[in-house]
């Protein structure tokens, strides 16, 4: 299957990734205009990693389950964007410092785990 062909499958899959990003850009652009304390390129930096450790997972379940339903992933990308993005707001104490950093590195394990996952196990024929 091309690539042309998986994005035209996946349209609303993408538009709902888009949202979720303009979510990640106003929530971001918000905390740093109104939290001064917060460095505001680790806010971008983290957002960014978020935003694009889903791009690559919807990519992947995208190429190797295209006909899996999709809409869950972005859903799941809203719902920790939104988490992250109160972590983040939560950051400006010392004892909350690293907390937005931890969460990004358990995501990335998480969904290396789910990539794993639906790599190595078989499918099952239908």
Do not use: C, K
């Amino acid at each position: 299957m091309s690539l042309r062909s998986l994005i035209q499958a996946r349209r609303q899959e993408y538009r709902l990734l888009l949202y979720v990003g303009a979510v990640l850009a106003v929530g971001g652009w918000l905390l740093v205009v109104n939290v001064p304390s917060l460095d505001p390129v680790r806010t971008v930096r983290e957002l960014a990693l978020l935003f694009g450790i889903y791009a690559l997972a919807s990519l992947f379940l995208s190429a190797r389950l295209p006909t899996a339903d999709q809409i869950l992933l972005p859903v799941v990308a809203l719902l920790t964007a939104i988490g992250l993005l109160s972590i983040r707001r939560l950051s400006t104490t010392a004892l909350y410092a690293a907390s937005a950093d931890r969460q990004i590195i358990w995501l990335a394990a998480g969904i290396g785990v789910w990539m794993a996952t639906i790599t190595l196990m078989p499918r099952l024929a239908t």
